[in-house]
């Protein structure tokens, strides 16, 4: 015969000495004043602290007001606190004389710490081309963790419909989830991926603006060999590769064409000169008009806009 007994759960000291409001009030986050020697990077960071105007204007801020906004971390295995948010705010603490700052330290697994720091940078001015592909990527990658694998099915929809960043979730292409809280679009992001697969030698010359974003991104294909030889080929000329040079060179690569010779002779042309144009993506446009708009409303919109200044214009001038 079963017993009728129910399992009698025995209250904790806490719990018993302890206010309902005082439990409630322990689960919220806290700003802690931390060591700074007990704030390690985060691993891989892909944003560079750099000691420029903007890092200076920090630590003046620092110095007169102290940190403001407080950084995010989470407990380190070894001891001491990862930081998740918060690196540039660390060094102004150091270069200001601090030997703490406020944190608010969270449970954070690999996976969410990784995507939230992408998220909590990605919207911060002057960052480098590198810099973004490098964190799209970290972001990809544990976006993929946490969703799993996907199945042989989807994998084999990617490559059908042509996306070069290849895996879907839930329906959803990897892309379009790294899209969320950025202000770079589906497309520009898979753009910014394509340079991870550069050298490190034409990521710097990215960086520096040596070479434009879109060939570059047509360059990132062609083989680590082929790579090699173009640099080498872009110091000797003192010149890089064109939209329509970048462009050949891939075709070449690709049908296995692409050899020394090849590529010293489309390095060595003589380019025409750039044809002066604007050009307004949609994505640049977006930011001045409703996400409803189609792109021949905002060239309408535009294009009346320019007539009406154009109008005053000529009115002013005739005064």
Known sequence: MKSSARKVELASASDLFTTEQERQDAKLEKVQNIPLSELYPF??????????????????????YGVLMPAIARPREGGGYE????????YACELAGLDTMPVIVR??????????????????ENILPSEKAKAYQMKMDAIRRKAGRPSKDEEIAGVENGGQVGH?????KSRDLLAENSDDSA?????????????PQLQ???????????PAVEI?????????LLVETIESEQATPSLSQAQRMKKLSQSGKLDEDTMLGIMSEEKKPEVDKIVLTSDTLHKYFPRSYTPKQMQDTIIKLLEQWMKKRQRSQER
Do not use: C
């Open 204 to 214: 710097q010359m990215v960086d520096d603006k040596k070479i434009a974003m879109t």
């Open 83 to 90: 930081l998740v948010a918060g690196h540039r705010r660390k």
């Open 187 to 199: 497309r520009t992001i898979q753009r910014y991926l394509r340079l991870n697969e550069l050298s």
């Open 220 to 228: 990132s294909y062609l083989k680590p060999e082929e790579q090699e």
């Open 43 to 64: 691993p891989d960071h892909p944003f560079s602290v750099r000691d420029d105007d903007s890092m200076k204007e920090t630590v003046e801020s620092v110095k007169e």
């Open 168 to 172: 879907h979730f839930r329906g959803v």
């Open 107 to 124: 449970d954070l697994d690999r996976d969410t710490a990784t995507i939230f720091m992408v998220d909590s940078n990605i919207q911060r």
